[in-house]
């Protein structure tokens, strides 16, 4: 018959193992073993709550976080998107016309200005408004024609080391 390590006498069968070791180690070798080796759970899922906006319970609008590869510089978030049923995992938004179920993971509460409501402009008659806004454009014009003026009067401008500096023309009103 084969010698089997304490290993085998610890973690399989007694009954599917026979051997003939007698070593006077083996019994309390294999006690600590047990005492000291118990069996982990493999399962090292978290029951941790994930965090909830509470404002997201009741708003009428939210965004939508875009989950896929996107290029560079581009938005992270879609909406702002109706809400029109909630549960405590998903909602149903709108989006272009089309009702679609999503998770509350991606969704963000949305703060809309209400549109409604006219602000009053303090102080400020709609008389003197409209007197400010033509004398704020004829400024305007005479920003433009003067720097239409300056740009022919401008010269080929040159580095330190003697080449020729082009800007683009539709940059040239704000170049000093």
């Given at each position: 018959?084969e010698?089997?390590s ?5 973690f399989?069968?007694p009954d ?17 073993m ?10 090292a ?5 994930m965090f909830v906006?509470?404002?997201l ?6 965004f939508?976080?875009?989950d ?29 016309g089309?009702k ?8 963000e ?5 209400d549109d409604?409501?006219d602000?009053?402009?303090?102080g ?11 004398h704020?454009?004829?400024k ?7 720097t ?6 401008k010269t ?5 080391s ?7 023309k ?7």
């Open positions: 018959m010698l089997l304490d290993c085998h006498l610890i399989f069968s599917k193992i026979t051997t003939t070791c007698t070593c006077p180690m083996r019994l309390p070798l294999r006690e600590k047990r005492e000291y080796w118990q069996p982990i759970f493999t399962s899922h978290s029951n941790s709550s906006p509470t404002n319970k009741s708003c009428s609008h939210v939508l976080r875009v896929s590869v996107q290029p560079p510089l581009s938005q992270n978030y879609t909406g702002p998107h109706e809400v029109i049923r909630r549960t405590d995992k998903v909602f149903t938004i709108l989006i272009n089309r679609k179920a999503v998770s509350i993971d991606r969704v509460p949305a703060y809309v200005w409604t409501d602000i009053p402009l303090t400020i008659s709609k008389q003197q408004a409209n007197e400010t806004d033509a704020s454009k004829d305007t014009m005479a920003h433009v024609n003067k239409q003026s300056q740009s022919n009067e080929v401008q040159k580095t330190r003697g080449r020729h500096v082009r800007f683009p539709d940059l040239e009103q704000y170049i000093t």
